[in-house]
């Protein structure tokens, strides 16, 4: 559908300028060097630009058809009017470079959303305001103002920033790295990273994505197509504002509303996307992607003709999760064959410093036959007797040819660049540290298992939804917006085990209520009021008869007059002491770029100051819902440690599916928390002793 | 004492060689280059060399003072030979490179010792063997094989892998980056860091330190030497072998003993060195320093010609722990006076895209001048206005005269390099992405810090010494190593406090000593063979009476017998019950490098999988002590959060210190820990429950 935004046989520059350093000009230059292309400049001033036939307005435009392609660069307060113009004349595509709109402020905005109903009464598309422009190497099209080359390759950039568009093509120009597409993204008023992602899914020339982003558009739709396109092609991408700081610059920046960095990484976790932390990551596994197949586990040999490079390249897999290769009895033997008796056999292969292409090529065959070997790393330092440029001959065929992933640290500097001129010549990055090389083979071993993960689909699991209804909707005829304590039949409807407990509202009542269920009991003060129970002396434990449910009840009622005159008491909540569980707690937050946000840590002190919880973006997959379990740091307390018994994972699964069903279906709910679910042992199931949620006003 | 090693008059070359290519020449050649020193070429079957007079032996050179220093490149068995010959000629000083040594193996490792035992007879100074050589850029002398040329510069730089000289000399080359010393260390048989950090230290031509280390030989001596050098110059340390698997490869390369790698973090620590965790890193570092003054303080100004880059680079200082700065008003003021109304005037400043080299200089004045700035980060992008060399010139400038760091990223390739080259004539670096101009801004701050550090000496705690010696020697006259509860009165003699405890052999016993001390009461089973005593049923808590007491007793006999029938019990200990406490453990290990390395961590099942514990060498500091308690994750579980009280800290740092002094006292003990020590709250102490060390055999 975008087909003709990137591969169009007519173009129209609006705002084409014959002076030379203007964007109007530098735009109509770059277009015309695809000699195959018609481009039209557009400017009421003059008749002719650069030999080319100049027209007023693109209405003027002669014969049925104008232009598949409008690029504007006209002052912000006149684009309306040209994308209105362009509209009338039948365009369907238009770029906007013209800076000046919802970055610029209040009215910069209003002029953004004119452009964007415009866009939307004549059913078209568009890039930008305030980007750099497009270019497509395979069709031919540069229609951006980009002062650099872009050279032909298989990466498809899409960048939230236009001057990181610019520093990255000056990048890729001096070492001759190449991209399928590029494309500005600017203010993303229509056209956004969801549109691009299914773009690049489906075009040929692109085997990496690759994207710069300040935020995404639309969270849980991002989910779904990243989820599909990343089973096909690496999604890689570094999204800023991650801190708070950041995140007040981006939006006084692209004027992005940033959601929450937790949820950016669950999202992205989810959508099988690659993060990464740095400009120079993402650009370094890109290129990564760019050459190697895929590998199929996470051992990794490393050839080295230095000692020292070889241990600080180890101590780098190790760190990365990755690990050192054991070799089979026949590898070892066959590199004795021909390498030096002082070399090393073992990983880290070291060929010593004399060696040549020759010993490389022979080690490098060797390793990448071992069955125990699912990628190389090479090191090469410029010793004396060296032969740089050789060795990197030998080591581009190799990569070229290889069904396992080899990726290079020629380390130095003036000796080492003929090296590195091999290595660009074929396309192969050079990584100047071997951290870097290694981030890179880490990140296509994550890549591996994202590609084949199970296909799974979050299921509707069955629930008395009728009921939840009605307990909502007479919740929301409360004045009140947080809902605790009286409110946990809620998690009935979805079949999540609640602790036996009864309302009272007298000490008389409390005591009958006790009986009812049985001591031991727990004491908990109800009030819509009173939300940390505990710090006003809201939660009695451990009740064993009827004097402790007098006592607790007497000097509850007197502490909570203490604490909080103003509160409403509305009365107490009994619950049957449950003993011998773990608590844990489950939460919502709705992240206001991926919506509900659901998210699971251990109860009790330790999770305040340790902050560890997981997160997800709901619905989960059962899947999803075991990783948010496993992943926490204290995940051995409950899978069962020495002294520790373990702990009912399964019944934890279960119910995040339920809660994850629950904020699914009702968006209403804003917050959301079980605090604590207390878990038995395996086999004994869990149950919910308190809850909080916040509705919609 | 080195003066002759660094600045010779004259030098012998033993095995120089006419042949291209040959080690022997190279040698020669580099330290002709010195036209000013005296090169005398040593080979019994040449007459002259390259011109020069050669002779068959040292002892043949005419005169009385033969040579200042003599370079060896014969093959290792010859070395020795070589080496006698220099003491009996009176050659003070020698550089070994051949290789084949302690590296190579037994027969190796053979000749090594053959060697030191020389230089000990003659009172030789050696480096190496197994080493590139030296360059002093300041005294002119290249006495090194290296084929790069070393440009003269205040950094001095050690390593003990020759090919990362070669690749940091190579690095160096291409970007005109200066050393003022560089030593290949070889296999450190003679000198090793240490003496040549005291070189540095009194070298006035050198103003940082920076080292690529896979162990330190002394490692106690070290953290002495650095702690005083660090106060005047900093250390930049990478060191390799972190993890296991790297550790494994230095071993091979040149059989170092690794320490681990938590001794090598504490002892770096508490030299005050700089621990870099890649060879980029430690090179990155050292330039930092090598041009800029140190930042009083964590906060920093940006300022960009991109909006995206900016953001980056905020969420990089927010990571590493820097501030954004908040500026004066007055500075915001002056920021608009002269930059466009569209800019961005708070941190990170948008100097906007079509920033000319005067806006960069104005934002930089005014922004160094505010009093919340303590150091930039200059960020340029190469849009199509951008004048790349010129601000390149002008930031140069600032940074020369700056009294506040200035670190800069020129973000590209081909459009950039122009300002690189500028830079680089200024000696000051590029940083290729703004998250290494952030770590090496990091390292500035952090180096103010340990500069400006409390100068405090561990202080001797007094201690019944003599009652503690007659209590190890009764000990280490035991046929078992491992000693345990029953020896726990040797904390008495260094005054921490011990559980009130007894001894008894039979039930009787048990229920006597227990109303002794009043209940409740803790039973332990007493056994030498028993070292995890939870595991076998040999802990009962909280017993209240003497039927409580004769049921765990025969309980416990019952359980121990169960599950560990061949153990000799020799009765149970009665302790009285502590309760209000936290659990706590001390522990310590002797490091094969550093020695006693004691170990801090909250006590229970969280330690063992959180692996959240701290390290120092003894003997420590109060500051130490103090930095050991509070540098854990779980601190504020001591340090009381909502709903924990506060525990004694002081009463913890107090028993640091004294077990610091007991394993300093005592190196007969191995290993050592109180566990648990039991911290009541604030005010209340501390009192160890149980112990366990083990003596040497």
């Keep these: ?115 964007i109903s415009l866009c939307e009464q004549y059913g078209m598309k568009m890039i930008g305001p305030n980007c750099l422009g497009i270019i497509d190497t395979a069709s031919g099209l540069n229609a951006s103002f980009a002062a650099n080359v872009a050279y032909e390759g298989n990466i498809a950039l899409m960048s939230q920033s236009g001057a990181i568009c610019t520093v990255t093509l000056d990048w890729a120009e001096r070492i001759g790295a190449g991209f399928s597409k590029f494309i500005s993204l600017g203010n993303k008023a229509v056209l956004a990273e969801n549109e691009f992602l299914q773009l690049f899914e489906n075009d040929p020339s692109t085997a990496v994505i690759a994207a710069y982003l300040e935020g995404v558009k639309d969270g849980p ?89 070889g241990i600080l390249t180890a101590d780098a897999c190790y760190n990365a999760g990755l690990s050192i290769a054991s070799f089979e009895e026949n590898t070892i033997e066959r590199l004795r064959e021909k390498l030096p008796a002082a070399a090393n056999f073992y990983d880290p292969v070291d060929v010593l410093g004399d060696a040549g292409a020759d010993l490389y090529e022979h080690a490098l065959d060797v ?51 003929a090296g590195e001129d091999v290595l660009n010549s074929y396309g192969i990055p050079n990584y100047s540290s071997s951290e870097r090389a290694v981030a890179s083979m880490n990140a296509l071993c994550n890549y591996y298992t994202i590609k084949n993960r199970k296909q799974e689909q979050p ?24 809902h605790g304590l009286e409110s946990m039949d809620i998690l009935k409807a979805y079949d999540i085990p609640v602790v036996d407990s009864r309302i009272a509202k007298t000490l008389p009542e409390a005591i009958k209520a006790a009986e009812g269920m049985g001591y031991p009991v727990v004491m908990k003060i109800l009030s819509p009021d009173i939300s940390h129970k505990t710090d006003v002396g809201g939660i009695r434990l451990n009740l064993k008869h009827a004097d402790d449910v007098e006592r607790a009840y007497n000097s ?46 251990l109860g009790g002190t330790y999770v305040e100051f340790l902050k560890d919880v ?27 440690v020495r002294g520790e018994t373990a702990s009912d ?9 339920k809660v994850s069903q ?10 959301f928390e079980i605090n604590p679910l207390m878990v038995m042992p395996e086999g004994e199931g869990c149950v919910a002793m308190d809850i909080r949620f916040t509705l919609e006003s």
Tied chains: 1, 2.
């Design 1 to 115: 559908m975008l087909e003709k935004m990137f591969n169009p046989n007519s173009v129209a520059v609006i705002g084409a300028s014959r002076t030379k350093g203007k964007v109007g000009r530098a735009v109509l230059e770059n277009l015309m060097q695809n000699s195959e292309l018609k481009v039209i400049p557009i400017n009421p001033n003059v008749d002719e630009i650069l030999g080319l036939p100049c027209y007023p307005n693109i209405i003027d435009v002669p014969g049925e058809a104008k232009a598949d392609l409008a690029v504007i660069v006209v002052p912000a307060k006149m684009v309306p009017g040209s994308i209105d113009e362009c509209g009338q004349a039948g365009v369907e595509n238009v770029i906007v470079i013209s800076a000046g709109f919802k970055e610029a402020g209040v009215e910069g905005a209003r002029l953004e959303r004119e452009c």
């Design 221 to 309: 739709e991002f989910i779904k197509i990243a989820q599909r396109v990343s089973r096909s092609k690496p999604i890689i991408i570094v999204k800023s504002g991650r801190t708070s700081v950041g995140s007040r610059a981006v939006s006084s920046h692209t004027g992005t509303l940033a959601g929450s960095d937790a949820a950016y990484n669950a999202g992205f976790k989810q959508g099988g996307v690659i993060r990464a932390d740095s400009l120079e990551e993402m650009l370094d596994y890109s290129r990564a992607f760019s050459v190697c197949p895929l590998p199929e586990g996470r051992n990794i040999a490393i050839i080295t003709n230095a000692g020292g490079l």
């Design 367 to 417: 390793v990448l036959e071992d069955i125990n070997v699912n990628g190389a790393i090479v090191l090469v330092s410029p010793q004396s007797m060296t032969d740089v440029p050789g060795i990197a001959e030998k080591v581009a065929e190799k990569i070229k040819k290889s069904k396992k992933p080899i990726l290079c640290n020629f380390a130095g500097g003036s000796r080492i660049a």
């Design 459 to 482: 299921e509707k699991l069955s629930s008395d939804t009728e009921f939840a209804r009605s307990f909502i909707n007479r919740a929301s005829s409360e004045k009140r917006r947080t």
């Design 556 to 601: 509850m009622m007197s502490d909570v007059r203490h604490y909080m005159p103003e509160a409403a008491v509305t009365g107490v909540q009994l619950q049957k002491m449950i003993g011998g569980g773990k608590e844990v707690i489950i939460g919502m937050d709705r992240d206001p770029q991926f919506g509900p946000l659901l998210m699971f840590g």
């Design 614 to 640: 997981s997160f997800a973006v709901a619905p989960i997959t059962v899947a999803e819902a075991k990783h948010m379990v496993s992943s926490i740091k204290t995940y051995p307390l409950i899978a069962g």
């Design 649 to 657: 994972i399964d019944s934890i699964v279960q119910t995040l599916l």
């Design 662 to 671: 629950l904020v699914t279906d009702f968006p209403e709910i804003l917050e």
